[in-house]
């Protein structure tokens, strides 16, 4: 099947014919029998025909496995539009209506649920731009409700018009808008926080209006409180409006954005917080909140890179590298962001601000590091620095073609010490059994993860297969339905936290040197979920 195709939705012709043929002979019969009342008789088996093809046919792709709807009970996927045709968007009507129903969005919950609950939307959260930006601002947002026993109030996704998959003549609102559940799983998104905490779940903010009437809220302009923590470490940040969001005695509460002429980010967590080393004072409470520990790709994204799965299989004749079955693929694989584009641009924006990795980038635990280049100023950079930049920011070919060489080289190397550690281990220091040398870990397969099809990704491409790369993958690779379309950036960061190894712009790691979590990139924060712990 084509990249990027949707198993049509009909039947063989040959099939077809034979439906076709079959009634009018029973038509014929129906018209001619002295015994059978046509019209009922004619509408309970027009009803039994039906409902055999909704079955056997309409519900089966043409390898006759079940379609996406049938994926989970309670999952609210069947969102198709114009027979699934991927040149145009899902309609997310089901998700918005499982979202609508969320058991949290009762009114006569008792507290602190319902019209007594306490609840905290963040109305100066960002919209319409990446989602990697707007998902680190959730999460540290909701971190941040949770600590202050407030129910989170989340929104959909808004896009950047430039970003959404589908032009604009075919688009469903002026503003394009994912449900966050069809992205994501979690607190975060509805999720309760576990079996015994009482903290009052996420609400949708079309229920917050329900909730918490105009009359019954809390203002709370960003320029009341910012200014004196501007400058200040991250937890102090943190704990500052901890602070506020304790002491209110409303039960409602609004933060709206300050005037954007006065604060050009008016975010609760902005982008001097994110794009600095201050927010690394909040990573532990980050990581051992029920925010981060329960955070989930959503069913429709992990059907998606079920569907793709075979993808990751290695192409080898070698016989001693094949896979079992029962191998789990990505242990193989090698997951790199290699984002074209526009990005020259975006990188030079960053030398010329003399930016540091983003967020998590920058914990000292990580194998790759960035120092600032000495030089420059506010808003200007040296020629020598945009060079620096741009070796990280925007890598050549040769580049990542070693970056690839020495990551896969540093795991395999990694790996055979440890197994050989544990071997020894299990036998004893003294003992004489005789056994076989453990084997290298096998890393042969290259995920690229990337939007870009121009002549200089295929260049890469042979560069990388010529390195000894036999199985080479690109985004453009996998197979998605419209729902898959609509949440590609959720499929990929899934597949790279599923990854071996993960190198992204600037910044590469292992999963096992991290337990939940995974990553974001260079400036623009790319956070890889993990459906499971990675090892």
């Known amino acids: 099947?084509?990249?990027?195709?949707?198993?049509?939705?009909?039947?063989?012709?040959?099939?077809?014919?034979?439906?076709?043929?079959?009634?009018?002979?029973?038509?014929?019969?129906?018209?001619?029998?002295?015994?059978?009342?046509?019209?009922?008789?004619?509408?309970?088996?027009?009803?039994?025909?039906?409902?055999?093809?909704?079955?056997?046919?309409?519900?089966?792709?043409?390898?006759?496995?079940?379609?996406?709807?049938?994926?989970?009970?309670?999952?609210?996927?069947?969102?198709?539009?114009?027979?699934?045709?991927?040149?145009?968007?899902?309609?997310?009507?089901?998700?918005?209506?499982?979202?609508?129903?969320?058991?949290?969005?009762?009114?006569?919950?008792?507290?602190?649920?319902?019209?007594?609950?306490?609840?905290?939307?963040?109305?100066?959260?960002?919209?319409?731009?990446?989602?990697?930006?707007?998902?680190?601002?959730?999460?540290?947002?909701?971190?941040?409700?949770?600590?202050?026993?407030?129910?989170?109030?989340?929104?959909?996704?808004?896009?950047k018009k430039e970003y959404y998959h589908w032009p604009k003549s075919v688009r469903r609102t002026k503003i394009p808008r994912t449900p966050l559940n069809a992205i994501i799983s979690g607190p975060t998104s509805g999720a309760p926080y576990g079996p015994n905490d009482p903290t009052p779940r996420s609400v949708h903010e079309d229920y917050y209006e329900l909730a918490c009437p105009k009359s019954e809220r809390r203002i709370i302009n960003t320029g009341s409180i910012k200014p004196a923590i501007n400058e200040a470490e991250g937890s102090l940040i943190f704990e500052t409006w901890k602070k506020v969001l304790l002491d209110a005695p409303e039960r409602c509460i609004e933060v709206v954005p300050e005037d954007r002429k006065i604060d050009g980010y008016p975010q609760t967590f902005d982008l001097w917080f994110f794009g600095s080393i201050h927010s690394l004072s909040t990573w532990d409470r980050f990581k051992t909140s029920p925010v981060s520990t329960l955070l989930r790709t959503s069913p429709i994204v992990l059907a998606a890179v079920e569907r793709n799965i075979h993808l990751f299989r290695p192409v080898t004749s070698a016989p001693s590298r094949a896979l079992t079955t029962a191998e789990d693929p990505f242990r193989r694989v090698v997951a790199m962001h290699v984002r074209r584009g526009d990005y020259k641009e975006a990188c030079n924006g960053l030398a010329q601000w003399n930016s540091s990795y983003y967020n998590w980038n920058l914990l000292p635990e990580l194998p790759d590091q960035f120092v600032r280049p000495m030089g420059g100023g506010y808003g200007w950079n040296t020629p020598e620095n945009y060079d620096i930049f741009r070796a990280h920011c925007l890598p050549d070919i040769e580049d990542i073609v070693k970056k690839a060489r020495d990551s896969k080289k540093e795991f395999i190397d990694s790996h055979f010490t440890k197994d050989t550690e544990l071997l020894s281990s299990s036998l004893g220091t003294n003992s004489t059994t005789t056994t076989t040398e453990p084997r290298r870990r096998a890393l042969d397969v290259m995920y690229l993860l990337t939007n870009d099809r121009s002549s200089w990704m295929k260049e890469l491409i042979r560069a990388l297969r010529k390195d000894g790369w036999e199985t080479i993958r690109t985004s453009g690779d996998l197979e998605l339905d419209q729902l898959g379309l609509d949440v590609n950036m959720a499929v990929d960061m899934d597949i790279a936290g599923r990854a071996a190894v993960f190198v992204g712009n600037g910044v590469s790691f292992r999963p096992v040197d991290f337990s939940f979590w995974k990553w974001s990139f260079w400036e623009w924060s790319y956070l890889v979920l993990c459906a499971r712990h990675c090892s």
């Open 1 to 159: 099947m084509p990249s990027g195709s949707l198993p049509r939705f009909r039947v063989p012709l040959q099939q077809q014919r034979s439906r076709d043929k079959f009634f009018k002979r029973l038509s014929r019969n129906i018209r001619h029998s002295r015994y059978l009342q046509p019209r009922p008789l004619l509408v309970i088996i027009t009803f039994s025909i039906c409902l055999i093809y909704l079955v056997f046919f309409a519900g089966r792709d043409h390898h006759g496995t079940a379609l996406i709807y049938g994926y989970l009970p309670a999952d609210p996927s069947t969102d198709f539009s114009r027979r699934g045709n991927v040149k145009y968007p899902p309609t997310w009507g089901r998700m918005d209506k499982f979202q609508k129903d969320l058991p949290q969005h009762d009114l006569d919950l008792p507290f602190p649920e319902g019209r007594t609950g306490r609840y905290v939307k963040f109305s100066n959260q960002i919209r319409q731009l990446g989602w990697n930006n707007c998902l680190n601002e959730m999460l540290m947002n909701n971190v941040l409700a949770y600590e202050t026993n407030r129910s989170y109030v989340f929104n959909d996704y808004w896009w």
